[in-house]
């Protein structure tokens, strides 16, 4: 399952991120790597973007970003 599909309300961890050089490091510099838990807090009307809390902050990240982190 990836970021994208988790459903509202629920704690995910992430078990690995897809993609390549800079597009995986910028979404690691934002807090998310292996292991770490994520709480969905809201998707946009759209789906675009997800709110999420990670690491003790609120992150918003876009649904193409999201749908590079595989989660369980």
Known sequence: MTLGEAKVGSTVTVRS????????????DMGITKGTSLYIR???PLGDPVEITVRGYELSVRKNDAECVIVE
């Open 17 to 28: 991120i897809e993609g390549e050089g800079a597009y995986k490091r910028r979404i690691m």
């Open 42 to 44: 809201k998707v946009a």
